[in-house]
Structure formats: structure tokens, C-alpha cells
């Protein structure tokens, strides 16, 4: 954590799949907090392995996102749950992958609390929070509601 006057200004790693949460982040929620950005699960490693993140600010949908940086098994997912389609299943891996990263981080023993911007609906937000520990959700771009979940999970 650095400090600025006195304050600790916490370590706010943002997960998306384009730059307008980081845009937000850095108008709303700096100085709090200082931002790094992440656009895939392999970038999200590589700022864990080179900075210490106090909490996350995920984008639940990757869809502009190249298919090649997405992590999740498209094919198995077809299998599972589409019948088949590859189609289907790669929208379910773009419209899934915010979770998808944070599982991933989860296994790997990054347990730093999350924010999504998202409206979930109650049980899955409770599910997610079973699932993934520290895990809050903001219906939208609120800063204060924001800044209130981040300071929850972290």
C-alpha cells in the first residue's frame, strides 16, 4: 500500500475486456486508490506477478475480447451445456469470462476481494460469494456504491 498524506491508497486491479471501468476507476475512484489494468487472464498474471493487488474491479463480459485470450474450454462447454454448438458456447465463455478469470484466480491462491459492475440476481451473488469468498456486485457505475463494495471485500 503507498501512502499520500497521511491516507493508504490501496491497489485496485482492474479486469476488463476494454477500458471504459478503468476510465471510471481512475476518474472516480483515484486517489483512494491506484489502478492497474488487466485485459485478459494472462495480463491479470502478469501485473499479480509484478505489483501486490489489494482488490479487483471485474467486467463479467469479454465480448470484444480476441477468442484466443479468453480462458474456458469452448468445446467442452458445447459439449456440457449447448449440444454441441460452438457458437452458443463461446457466447457463454464471453458473457461468463469476468467469473471464469476469477475461478481461475481463486485456484491459483489469489484471494483478494472482487467487485463486479453487474445487477446479479440475489442467489447467484450468494452462490458467487460461496463459490469465491470476499465477492461483492454494484448494478452500475455508481462510484459510492463502488468504492463502498471495494472497501467491504478488502
Do not use: M
Amino acid at each position: 500500500w503507498g501512502r499520500r498524506g497521511g491516507d493508504v491508497v490501496k491497489q485496485l486491479l482492474v479486469i476488463e475486456d476494454g477500458s471504459e471501468y478503468c476510465e471510471f476507476a481512475r476518474l472516480f475512484l483515484q486517489p483512494q486508490y491506484a489502478i492497474w489494468h488487466a485485459t485478459s487472464a494472462a495480463s491479470t498474471l502478469a501485473v499479480l506477478a509484478a505489483q501486490t493487488i489489494d482488490v479487483f474491479l471485474i467486467d463479467l463480459r469479454f465480448d470484444r475480447a480476441p477468442t484466443a485470450g479468453l480462458i474456458g474450454d469452448v468445446s467442452a462447454t458445447a459439449a456440457q451445456l449447448f449440444a454441441g454448438n460452438q457458437g452458443r458456447a463461446l457466447r457463454y465463455v464471453q458473457d461468463q469470462q469476468g467469473i471464469l478469470i476469477l475461478a481461475d484466480l481463486r485456484r491459483r491462491g489469489f484471494h483478494q476481494g472482487a467487485v463486479f459492475v453487474h445487477d446479479f440476481p440475489a442467489r447467484r451473488l450468494q452462490n458467487l460469494q460461496k463459490l469465491y469468498g470476499a465477492v461483492r456486485a454494484v448494478p452500475t457505475f455508481d462510484a459510492v456504491a463502488i468504492r463502498r463494495a471495494l472497501s467491504e471485500v478488502s
